[in-house]
């Protein structure tokens, strides 16, 4: 099988891809990335000369490069993780999410239609649900995302979903909710968190810290989309949740444990807007498709802890130049 992985130098995507080659001993692998601020070559570093597996850089968003690379490449499938992703920076600037996350996702769509790929899965998030304090989502709950970037994925399932209605195009659609685990960029609330306390920094905890996220390692993640891959059916869209409910003050208390820090590193910052309080989904439809998660949460952020604090230079090569300027405009100057 050859996949077209977008957005492969990412930080899901990349473990997808060593995840992919290590199971698959005869898949190929094409890996389109425009290698934004957050895609990482250096994520690939070990399998870049694998012969099975090709680096592209190039922008999904660029129809004529899209159009070559299926006629020339022909993928069997393509697996869409390329996207803006940051809540906070869709609040400081939408644009780059609307071009990319919604219409780059149609560009992907228009030619996976004329050149007849037999399956597309579109990356999506538990965010397209908004908020829920009590219960869980499902899959056919309605979408009610609340921040810029949750909205833009919202039309890019629309969408997705509107090319297997109208043209049968094999559309799959994953919702996964927050995933932790290597090679994520330290914007994000573990990363960014680990990698201050590193430093000796102060980590911001946003409002009251009492939001609530679902954790799912990243690994369990990557198994999910497999089975999405090979076994999911066509139209239809499956949650993927980690059944690992934390509120954020208390995943800080717990990377505190790990590495010997106590409160006094925690700095109470302003709320981000239109924060949603919390995330919680239902994930019996891919349970019953064969999949659970595998990593208990403990464990699995032990096993990241410990990664960022044996990839220094993966990191510190990241916290500057334009890192810095955003963390500025973000926290204020530190
Ligand atoms: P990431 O920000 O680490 O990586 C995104 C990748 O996409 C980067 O390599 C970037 O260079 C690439 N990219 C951005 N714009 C592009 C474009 N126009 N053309 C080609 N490549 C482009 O993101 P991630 O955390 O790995 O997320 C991957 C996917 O999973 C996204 O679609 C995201 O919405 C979804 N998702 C993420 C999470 C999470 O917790 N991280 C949870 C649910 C869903
Ligand atoms: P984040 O990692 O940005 O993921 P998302 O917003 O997509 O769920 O944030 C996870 C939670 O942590 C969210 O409730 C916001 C909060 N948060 C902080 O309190 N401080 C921070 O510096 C960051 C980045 C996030």
């Given at each position: 099988m050859k996949l077209l992985i977008?957005?492969?130098?990412g930080f899901i995507g990349s473990n997808f891809i060593h995840y992919i080659l290590k199971k698959y001993k005869n898949y190929q692998i094409i890996n389109l990335d425009k290698?934004?601020?957050?895609?990482?070559?250096e994520n690939l570093k070990d399998i870049?000369?694998?012969?099975?597996y090709k680096f592209i850089k190039g922008d999904i968003g660029d129809k004529d490069l899209i159009d070559n690379l299926l006629k020339n490449e022909k993928p069997d499938a393509i697996i869409n993780f390329a996207a803006m992703t940051h809540v906070d920076r869709s609040i400081l600037d939408a644009e780059e999410f609307i071009k990319t996350n919604i219409l780059g996702v149609q560009i992907l769509l228009e030619a996976s239609r004329k050149y007849k790929i037999s399956r597309f899965i579109q990356i999506s998030?538990?965010?397209?649900?908004g908020s829920i304090l009590k219960g869980k989502f499902k899959e056919t709950d309605i979408l009610d995302p609340s921040s810029p970037y949750s909205a833009s994925k919202a039309a890019a399932e629309l969408l997705a979903l509107s090319y297997f209605k109208t043209?049968?195009?094999p559309v799959l659609i994953t919702r996964s909710s927050n995933n932790y685990g290597?090679?994520?960029?330290?914007?994000?609330l573990i990363p960014l968190f680990v990698t201050n306390l590193l430093e000796n920094k102060k980590v911001p905890i946003y409002g009251d810290g009492k939001q609530v996220r679902d954790w799912l390692y990243v690994l369990d993640n990557s198994m999910a989309i497999d089975l999405v891959l090979h076994k999911g059916k066509i139209g239809e869209i499956y949650n993927i949740g980690g059944n690992s409910e934390k509120e954020n003050i208390e995943i800080t208390k717990n990377i505190f444990k790990i590495l010997g820090k106590?409160?006094?590193?925690i700095e109470y910052v302003k709320d981000r807007l239109a924060h949603d309080r919390r995330y919680a989904i239902d994930s019996s439809k891919i349970k019953k498709l064969g999949w659970k998660p595998k990593y208990k949460f403990s464990e699995a952020l032990k096993i990241t802890v410990n990664w960022y604090k044996n990839n220094k230079n993966w990191w510190k090569r990241i916290k500057t130049g334009e890192y810095l300027k955003y963390y500025q405009t973000q926290y204020g100057k530190k």
């Open positions: 977008t957005g492969g130098a290698l934004t601020y957050c895609g990482n070559l870049e000369k694998n012969p099975r998030t538990d965010e397209v649900y043209y049968n195009l290597p090679f994520q960029y330290p914007e994000k106590n409160k006094s590193s």
